[in-house]
């Protein structure tokens, strides 16, 4: 079967007649009908029998639609990657990044960005670690900040900034007072937390562990934005790191250092054989400046050609 008869036995399938896939592919239905009796015959078998005046799939019709939508859904991806590969040769810079940051700090450096470079189209969606390393290893995507390690052959990562982690908590709560807090002053309290396989949760998980203990949390939330609107409505206390504050300066809760907590890294994640084009290292500039102006850049290495 050619893509064309794929096409149309498709169109049968799903509307259930060839008036319907007619209708659906914009041609006649004398040329569905021609094209669906020459596949029948090509492939030696009947694709759809006409039982009171109905079309109903044969057994093999049903079993070949498995493969065709397989089949189908990959030219839809082509299609699809195809057009984003025209656009990118059309001054588009496709980011990516995980929420924290993202939903803060990277889109003061996109402002920065379309400032200086207005021609410059620019896509940007913040996902999980592991869909940013996949859609930049499919070339779908210019440049990641993650912060969690991504680990592939293929791509080359370089560390642009550190963020402690930081306990907010209410104004009026117990742990408001100390400058800083540890497992100890932790321990006893119920959390505002995370899936335990999402970066940060696996993060506070890990701390935990080293004293046989879990936290213990009372509203569980998908990003540490919205722990700090719960935190913020007086609903609890929570544990996020400082680029997710970074949209917060001013308000209501207090944000306290977590003794002895590892340092959270954002990292730049891009593909090694293909070079950042001139509006990525532009971005990564404007988002250098805006990590410097937050204390959260971290220094730069004498051979960093991207960042000057």
């Known amino acids: 079967m050619n893509l ?36 029948e015959t090509r492939l030696g078998f009947l694709l759809f029998e006409r039982v009171k005046g109905r079309l109903h799939a044969t057994a093999e019709a049903r079993r070949l639609y498995l493969e065709v939508e397989q089949v189908y859904g990959g030219v839809q991806r082509i299609g699809s990657l195809s057009h984003e590969l025209a656009l990118r040769r059309r001054s588009l810079l ?27 189209q620019v896509h940007f969606h913040c996902l999980t670690h592991e869909a940013l390393k996949e859609r930049i290893l499919q070339q779908r995507a210019d440049l990641g900040i993650s912060t969690f390690p991504v680990d592939h052959p293929n791509l080359a990562t370089k560390p642009l900034a550190s ?65 700090c609107s719960l935190v913020h409505a007086g609903a609890g206390i929570a544990l996020v790191d400082e680029y997710s504050l970074q949209g917060w300066l001013g308000s209501h809760f207090m ?54």
């Not at 940051?101 to 402002?111: D, E, N, R």
């Not at 250098?288 to 102006?293: I, K």
């Open 163 to 227: 963020s402690r982690l930081m306990c907010i908590c209410p104004r009026s709560h117990p742990l408001a007072g100390y400058e800083e807090v540890g497992l100890d002053e932790l321990l006893p309290h119920e959390f505002i937390g995370y899936p335990h396989g999402s970066p940060l949760g696996l993060r506070i998980d890990q701390m935990f562990a080293t004293r046989d203990a879990a936290p213990r949390i009372s509203v569980e939330v998908t990003s540490p934005q919205y722990a």
């Open 94 to 120: 496709s980011i990516l990044s995980s929420p924290s940051i993202g939903q803060t700090l990277v889109p003061l450096a996109i402002a920065q960005l379309r400032n200086a470079m207005p021609d410059v």
């Open 4 to 39: 064309r008869q794929i096409e149309v036995f498709r169109a049968v399938m799903i509307t259930g007649s060839v008036s319907g896939a007619a209708r659906l592919l914009h041609v006649s239905i004398p040329a569905v009908s021609r094209l669906l009796s020459h596949t």
């Open 255 to 308: 944000a306290i250092p977590v003794r002895d907590a590892l340092p959270i890294v954002a990292d730049l994640v891009y593909l090694q054989t293909e070079p950042l084009s001139t509006a990525a290292q532009a971005l990564l500039r404007a988002l250098h400046s805006v990590l410097l102006q937050r204390g959260l850049a971290l220094p730069l290495a004498d051979d960093d050609e991207i960042l000057r």
